[in-house]
Nanobody, 116 residues
């Protein structure tokens, strides 16, 4: 099993940037594809971005394409989400997830608030 801890959330003004980190422990990190999800108040959790286990393939939700970048450092057991040109609608709790086959694990989430 893999344990995940997110960090890097906070309050940022519209147009600003944040970088989220998700540190993994407890298993071989490079075995897992990694994803970032988010959940805004009153809304369902949505997939933001995914990166393959070796980092060679990424996918993004249409709403964040061109603004967010997912990356990973398998030597540091960490996945990142660089968020630029933030908008108020990006306000949500952001979760990272590790998945392999039918297995998935989730972090506790980190709050991102975009407001002036």
């Amino acid at each position: 099993q893999v344990q995940l801890v997110e960090s890097g959330g906070g309050l940022v003004q519209p147009g600003g940037s944040l970088r989220l980190s998700c540190a993994a422990s407890g298993s071989t990190f490079s075995m897992y594809a990694m994803s970032w999800y988010r959940q805004a108040p009153g809304k369902e959790r949505e997939l933001v971005a995914t990166i393959s286990n070796a980092g060679g393939s990424t996918n993004y939700a249409e709403s964040v394409k061109g603004r967010f970048t997912i990356s990973r450092d398998n030597a540091k057991n960490t996945v990142y989400l660089q968020m630029n040109s933030l908008k108020s609608e990006d306000t949500a709790v952001y979760y990272c997830s590790a998945h392999r086959g039918y297995y998935s694990s989730w972090g506790q989430g980190t709050q991102v608030t975009v407001s002036s």
